[in-house]
C-alpha cells in the first residue's frame, strides 16, 4: 500500500504562484510513475500533469504546458507541482495520485493505483 498526503493548496489572485507537494509513503518503491489531476465542482476529473519516478519523463495537459512543472525529489519520496500564472480556471481540488504500473497512457485516471484526499486551490479573478 501507498500513502499520499497532498499539501499547498489554498487561495490566490489570478497571476499569482502556488506549489503543491504530495508526500507518499508505504510501499513507494514499487511507484513507476506519478502524476497530479483536478476536478472543479461539476466537472470531471482531468489530468494535469505526470512523471516518471526514474527517467523523469514529463507530460502536461495543454491547458497548463508553460505555467505548470512538476517535479520530484526521490529521496523524500515527494512529487510537487509548481503552478505560476494562475488564471480562475485553474480552481479545482487538486489530487496527487501513484501508478504502479507501466504504461503510455499516464494521463487517464485509471492508470494509476493510490490517490490522495485532495488539497483545495482556489483562484480569484
Known amino acids: 500500500q501507498v500513502q499520499l498526503v497532498e499539501s499547498g493548496g489554498g487561495l490566490v489572485q489570478a497571476g499569482g504562484s502556488l506549489r503543491l507537494s504530495c508526500a507518499a509513503s508505504?510501499?513507494?518503491?514499487?511507484?513507476?510513475?506519478m502524476g497530479w489531476f483536478r476536478q472543479a465542482p461539476g466537472k470531471e476529473r482531468e489530468f494535469v500533469a505526470a512523471i516518471r519516478t526514474i527517467s523523469g519523463r514529463t507530460n502536461y495537459a495543454d491547458s497548463v504546458k508553460g505555467r505548470f512543472t512538476i517535479s520530484r525529489d526521490n529521496a523524500k519520496n515527494t512529487v510537487y507541482l509548481q503552478m505560476n500564472s494562475l488564471k480562475p480556471e485553474d480552481t479545482a481540488v487538486y489530487y496527487c495520485a501513484a501508478s504502479e504500473h507501466y504504461s503510455t497512457s499516464y494521463y487517464y485516471a485509471p492508470e494509476y493505483d493510490y490517490w490522495g484526499q485532495g488539497t483545495q486551490v482556489t483562484v480569484s479573478s
Open positions: 508505504g510501499r513507494t518503491f514499487s511507484n513507476v510513475a
